[in-house]
């Protein structure tokens, strides 16, 4: 296998551990094995991609897809593998996923601090929606909830991947 080949599938239960190594070394206040295990085998709105280089995971993103709304819930590539474009790969994916499940919109929060994530969610077409006063429970920053309108299938295959 090539060792800079990028490739994305669906994460498993399996998968945790090494979610949890990059969870825990991108996140101030990292999810618990619960959560994780909890997203993938009882939320059935839940999708979660594993990102691996050269077959090691390094990266992972998950949203909830209901009814024609996708609200991604993280991202996160090891600190090691960032300024690469990994985290715009892994939110294109997304992107293309909620898409072919039927969504039209895309949310998420951000804190108000993270400019490299601000950058990027306004590279693809995400716009400021609301501030969510003391969301992060680690330090009590607001979140900058952030909308998309998603192209249809058709647009999505020229645009998004």
């Not at 990292?30 to 990266?59: C, D, M, Q, V």
């Amino acid at each position: 296998m090539d060792p800079n080949e990028i490739s994305f599938r669906r994460m498993t239960v399996r998968d945790i551990d090494r979610v949890l190594v990059i969870e825990r070394a991108s996140f101030s206040a990292p999810w618990s094995r619960n959560a994780f295990l909890g997203e993938l085998t009882e939320n059935h709105f839940a999708r979660y991609l594993l990102l691996s280089k050269g077959g090691t995971p390094i990266g992972y993103g998950g949203m909830w897809v209901i009814i024609d709304e996708a609200h991604v819930t993280n991202i996160a590539v090891l600190p090691d593998h960032r300024g690469q474009r990994l985290g715009e790969r892994m939110l294109r994916q997304l992107m293309a996923e909620a898409i072919a499940l039927g969504a039209r919109k895309m949310t998420l929060e951000v804190r108000v601090s993270n400019q490299p994530a601000l950058g990027l969610y306004r590279k693809l077409g995400f716009q400021d929606g609301g501030i969510r006063r003391g969301y992060y429970t680690d330090n009590h920053e607001d979140a900058l909830v952030m909308w998309v309108e998603l192209p249809e299938l058709t647009e999505a295959a020229d645009g998004i991947r």
